[in-house]
């Protein structure tokens, strides 16, 4: 069974400073990996998607990385701002195409 | 740009009772999933659709769950008969092609069951 794990559960870190999530899945055969925004009481959207073949992803701000072999990966938001609270959830593609989802990282970007 | 509706928003029932929550995916999808996410734990896969049939499904759907494809846009979740621990939110989501494309979710359904 897949089980995806995020660490840290929750920081707080202020205005301008990166972050760095972190991501781990325990099965390294995947299709591919999402990175997920969630607000409270909200949906999910989706922010970058790496393919299995792929090392990392990047859109604007955002940077993630995937190491495959290793089970591991890692989101970075450049100079964070406070629209960036949130919480983010990494989630796995495998088996029959289902999405395996870690618990989420929640940041609070202090101003 | 085209997104995944879900309705209703929140839905209120009683224990006993059949839900239907309803989802349109986005029109040129055509893999389509029900995921829940009860409060304060991860999202869990419920079921994927393919091809008007269940591709896969979780532990989680029993036989008081099933899914349907009505008509060319909607594709809905029936609960038939709820439980307390039935409430969570309800999440749709649709891709293109799976597994290589991203999935869309939905803003999700808040469904409680009293």
């Known amino acids: 069974k897949q089980e995806v794990t995020q660490i840290p559960a929750a920081l707080s870190v202020p205005e301008g400073e990166n972050l760095v999530l972190n991501c781990s ?46 089970g591991r990966s890692t989101l970075y938001i450049a100079a964070s701002q406070p629209g960036d609270s949130a919480t983010y ?21 202090i101003p | 740009e085209p997104e995944v509706t879900q309705t209703p928003s929140h839905q209120v029932t009683q224990m006993g009772q059949e839900v ?27 079921v994927s659709f ?36 039935d409430s969570a939110m309800y999440f749709c989501a649709s891709t293109r092609e799976a597994p290589l494309y991203e999935q869309y979710f939905g803003p999700g359904t808040r469904l409680t069951v009293t």
């Open chain 2, 20 to 46: 239907i929550l309803r989802c349109v995916p986005i029109s040129n999808h055509l893999y389509f999933y029900w995921y829940r996410q009860i409060l304060g734990q991860k999202v869990e896969f419920l």
């Open chain 1, 89 to 109: 959830l990494c989630a796995v593609t495998y088996g029959n195409n289902r999405l395996a989802f870690g618990k989420g990282n929640q940041v609070v970007v």
């Open chain 1, 25 to 70: 899945f325990t099965d390294s055969a995947i299709y591919n990996l999402q990175w997920f925004r969630q607000d409270p009481g909200k949906g999910l959207t989706s922010l970058l998607l790496i393919q299995s073949s792929q090392r990392e992803q990047t859109s604007g701000r955002l940077n993630a990385s995937l190491d495959k072999s290793s």
């Open chain 2, 50 to 85: 393919y091809n008007n049939e269940i591709s896969e499904k979780s532990e989680i759907f029993d036989d008081q769950f099933s899914v349907e494809r009505p008509d060319g846009s909607n594709f809905t979740l029936k609960i038939r008969s709820t439980k307390l621990e």
